[in-house]
């Protein structure tokens, strides 16, 4: 009888607690905060919540969670420049900037950017809350972003929401939203993409122009990924991985003692100029080039990647990144070096193939930042939820068709006199490499006439170049010079 009572028990326990798995729509915690940037103390609160994404016929079909900090202490607060921050993937969450970059905290990690336990975050000094407000946006299926039920378990089509086209269209309605809401109208506004948000704020840019009516004075890139060269192949394509070859090559002393007695910066022109004017053109004929030639270019190819003329023959002058993360110490230690940034190194089971195992530098970077974000959205953002955090989440088969982000671009600010321009990049980074980053900025307005609008900012780190603290430092300050540059000051937007 006492086994049947408990069994019964705790049957209805499970039955009472037991429910759906799943996300607020549209709710708000706010924390109140202080923290010393630049050596001045600056007061903050920060926001951290859901806000709805709204189909055209007005019915709820995702909910995105986000952080917004707005700093408290001082006057006029709403006319303050407003930051709006994406990462990448597609399907990555706004967490490596939040987290890492721009921030109030960063992580526990070393100067260099290798985890530190415990894990953690802490104060960060250099971030630039002291200049402007900051809202970290999380796209569907990353951090707690979520599709949200139209009708029993009926969701939106996944293609609302994964695809470059979709992503845009949908986050600058939400963007129009949060403006609303937090009274945010009257402030200068800036979008900062890191990876694949490169992407979307080149695309951003014109749709909430054209669409939102919300014109901005920055769009901001950091290690952007651009699909018209990234991984497309072909003798561009292939031709502008070279100097990030010169770049890692130099930093594990792999290049001829005349370029490594060298400072990188003097080397990286040199390698441009190759890249350009002789390995492209080179690529670009393919088997019909001399055997004259070919040799030539392997030997020059050499002399700047740290790769052998022998392994560079083989592969017919195009080396893959893959190959190259693989081949660079292969006869020194055996090890790989990093995709995402190559100071990294891993170890494969065998010292033989055409590509790492793994990524090392990501393994790493997931040490430190899962056990953060978490820790810190439930300990001191004071949310908390059994749903589980998406640092990546799936985004189905993203669509990349009808990619015109680039002219979006050059359209918005053709449009936008105050709209500039800043691109970020890390020297080690292998997956977006900096000079594909410097074709790209080239290739957005072909007439010249705003390149005076464009800046370009380099570091001697990979694809989160802030993970090495100079560089935080560095990367930081330099935000606060396009955002002082970039305002408006009274000056009537014309040409």
């Known amino acids: 009888m006492k086994l049947r009572l408990l069994y019964l028990f705790v049957l209805s326990s499970t039955i009472v607690f037991a429910q759906d798995l799943q996300i607020p729509i549209d709710t708000t915690i706010v924390t109140n905060h202080s923290t010393t940037i630049k050596g001045k103390s600056v007061n903050y609160n920060a926001m951290t919540g859901f806000q709805p994404v709204w189909n055209e016929e ?21 006319q303050r420049p407003l930051i709006i921050s994406f990462n990448g993937g597609p399907g990555s969450a706004s967490v490596w900037m939040h987290v890492a970059y721009t921030g109030p905290k960063v992580l526990n990690i070393d100067d260099e950017g290798y985890p530190v336990q415990p894990y953690g975050v802490k104060s960060n000094p250099n971030s630039i809350l002291d200049v402007a407000d900051i809202v970290y946006v999380n796209p569907v299926n990353t951090g707690y972003s979520r599709k949200v039920k139209l009708a029993d378990d009926i969701y ?35 979008i900062i993409g890191e990876s694949y948000g490169g992407t979307r704020v080149m695309g951003l840019a014109l749709e909430l122009q054209n669409n939102q009516w919300m014109y901005l004075n920055g769009v901001i890139m950091v290690s952007p990924a651009d699909y018209k060269v990234l991984r497309v192949g072909g003798p561009v394509s292939s031709g502008l991985n070279l100097p990030y070859y010169t770049a ?79 081949e660079l110490l292969r006869d020194k230690t055996g090890q790989t070096i990093g995709r995402l940034d190559s100071r990294y190194l891993g170890i494969d089971k065998v010292e033989t193939g055409i590509s790492p195992d793994y990524s090392a530098e990501l393994t790493s970077w997931l040490h430190s930042f899962t056990p953060a974000i978490n820790y810190y959205i439930k300990n001191e953002l004071n949310f908390s939820t059994d749903v589980k955090y998406n640092v ?36 080690y980074d292998g997956a977006t490499t900096y000079f594909q980053a410097k074709y790209s900025m080239w290739q957005i307005d072909p007439s010249g006439k705003m390149k005076d609008r464009f800046t370009f900012k380099g570091y001697r780190s990979g ?10 430092i560095k990367a930081n300050d330099d935000l606060r010079a396009f955002i ?3 305002s408006a000051n009274g000056k009537a937007a014309k040409y």
């Open 156 to 190: 939106a089509d996944d293609k609302e929401f994964f695809g470059i086209n979709a992503d845009i269209k949908y986050l600058a309605s939400w963007i129009n939203t949060f403006v609303t809401r937090q009274n945010r109208w009257e402030s200068p506004k800036y």
């Open 392 to 427: 990546f989440g799936n985004v189905g088969n993203w669509d990349r068709s009808n990619d015109n982000v680039r002219d979006n671009l050059r359209q918005a600010m053709a449009q936008n006199p105050y709209l500039n321009v800043l691109t970020q990049s890390g020297y």
């Open 484 to 486: 002082k540059a970039s």
């Open 248 to 326: 890692a090559a130099w930093y594990h002393k792999m290049l001829p003692a005349e370029l490594q007695n060298k400072d990188l910066l003097d080397i990286l022109p040199e390698a441009e100029n190759f890249a350009v004017n002789e390995l492209m053109p080179a690529i670009a004929k393919g088997g019909f080039i001399s055997d004259v030639e070919r040799k030539a270019i392997a030997k020059t190819m050499s002399y700047y990647s740290g790769l052998s003329e022998k392994v560079i023959l083989q592969q017919n002058l195009d080396v893959p990144n893959r190959f190259f993360w693989k």
């Open 463 to 472: 694809h989160m170049m802030y993970l090495r603290n100079e560089d935080l």
């Open 58 to 78: 007005g019915n709820v079909t995702a909910s995105l969670y986000y952080t917004y900090y707005k700093r408290t202490d001082v006057k006029n607060g709403n």
